[in-house]
């Protein structure tokens, strides 16, 4: 399942598929980008982070994907797990600044 | 890991009176810690910048006396939002920055009845 821009703030998927979430960010300056996931009363908790020096970045089930020819970043979770729903939120900063958040998504697992 | 604690985890009070939130680093030092609020099925907002033996840096919109801040030492900043009112309810986070990487803590919900 894929979400489309900021624009479509849910994505529902069957447990083991892969998921995509996109974001665009807003500034051409931020050289630093991060994925949080927020789970339903607590705090941003961070999943994986990129800089403007690379395109892609993997971790443990989760690839960060950087276009900055069109300001895009997607993450990817493989094998979709009931434990990943939660909302998702990009992040770009500058010189590591302050953070700015884009509109979450909300990612809904489906066993 | 870098463990960011925010106390209380939830609050409610009385509209006209004020609260304080606490943000503590607990195995790291934060000269900067960041103030955010979020309301429901909302992004994160900053709010402020908390400067370790400074004044904080609000952001455009923010009212600073208002929402007042103290970073008096470099594992606590305080979040108090005076003269409390019911638009003010909403879930208060604060992160700071460890080797680079944000951590964020749990979030103070809170209501004014």
């Known amino acids: 399942g894929e979400s489309v821009g900021l624009h479509l703030p849910t994505l529902s998927v069957q447990e083991g598929d892969n998921s995509i979430i996109n974001c665009a960010y807003s500034?051409?300056?931020?050289?630093?980008f991060i994925w949080y996931k927020q789970e339903s009363g607590k705090g941003p908790q961070f999943i994986i982070d990129?800089?403007?020096?690379?395109d892609k970045r993997q971790g443990q089930r989760v690839t960060v994907l950087l276009n900055k020819t069109v300001k895009h970043l997607s993450l990817q979770i493989a094998a979709t797990q009931p434990g990943d729903s939660a909302v998702y939120f990009c992040a770009e900063n500058i010189r590591a600044g302050k953070s700015t958040f884009g509109d979450g998504t909300t990612l809904t697992v489906k066993p | 890991g870098a463990v960011v604690s925010q106390h209380p985890s939830w609050v409610i009070c009385k509209s006209g009176t004020s609260v304080k939130i606490e943000c503590r680093s607990l195995d790291f030092q934060a000269t900067t810690m960041f103030w955010y609020r979020q309301f429901p099925k909302q992004s994160l907002m900053l709010m402020a910048t908390s400067n370790e033996g400074s004044k904080a840096t609000y952001e455009q919109g923010v009212e600073k006396d208002k929402f007042l801040i103290n970073h008096a030492s470099l594992t606590l900043s305080t979040l108090t939002v005076t003269s409390a009112h019911p638009e003010d309810s909403s879930f208060y986070i604060c992160s700071a920055r460890d080797h680079g990487k944000l951590h964020f803590g749990n979030g103070t919900r809170l209501t004014v009845t």
């Open positions: 990129i800089r403007s020096n690379m």
């Open positions: 500034n051409s300056a931020s050289d630093y």
